[in-house]
């Protein structure tokens, strides 16, 4: 079976940003898995392993905008201007570390300040990037209809209704 669209994908994996130091590796978190065709790791990675089949291996590079975006075409948010530190001075371009839900950080950049009204750019650490990818083929299989409505893989078979 080789991958196309709608296809269940799992794959063993390295990503390494543009110096060439992994950032996360399969070693540690574990293969993942994802309905190939719909973006669901970075944009760029479906086209890439359409064809390839179960112990194909390949190494991939991800320019910016084919893997964590730039910083132009980022999520904004409006924030008030209190929620920034006291003292700093705030100017177009600035850039702050702040955390989000699940300890994980993400960078706002300023892309407007109009009085207290102060519009960020929601980056992805790796946003600007050139990443690179490692992968390894596991397994292939057909997604189910649940998986296809839903884009959530069933790591579980399903449980049977209950006798009554």
Request: aromatic content about 4%; proline content about 10%.
């Amino acid at each position: 079976m080789k991958i196309e669209p709608g296809k269940v994908v799992s794959i063993a994996f390295d990503l390494c940003d543009q110096a060439g130091e992994i950032i996360e590796a399969s070693d540690i978190s574990g293969p993942i898995a994802f309905i190939h065709g719909r973006g669901a790791v970075i944009p760029g990675l479906d086209g890439k392993l359409k064809g390839m089949k179960v112990g194909d291996e390949a190494d991939f590079s991800f320019p910016p905008d084919e893997a964590f975006g730039v910083p132009e075409k980022a999520p904004t948010k409006q924030v008030n201007r209190s929620e920034f530190p006291a003292g700093i001075e705030l100017k177009v371009g600035l850039e702050f570390e702040a955390g989000i839900p699940g300890g994980q950080k993400i960078r706002l950049q300023i892309a407007s300040i109009q009085n207290d009204a102060v519009t960020v750019r929601m980056l992805h650490p790796l946003c600007g990037q050139t990443v690179s990818m490692s992968v390894k083929i596991i397994s292939i299989r057909d997604a189910t209809p649940a998986e296809l409505e839903t884009g959530r893989i069933q790591t579980r078979p399903p449980k049977p209704p209950p006798k009554v």
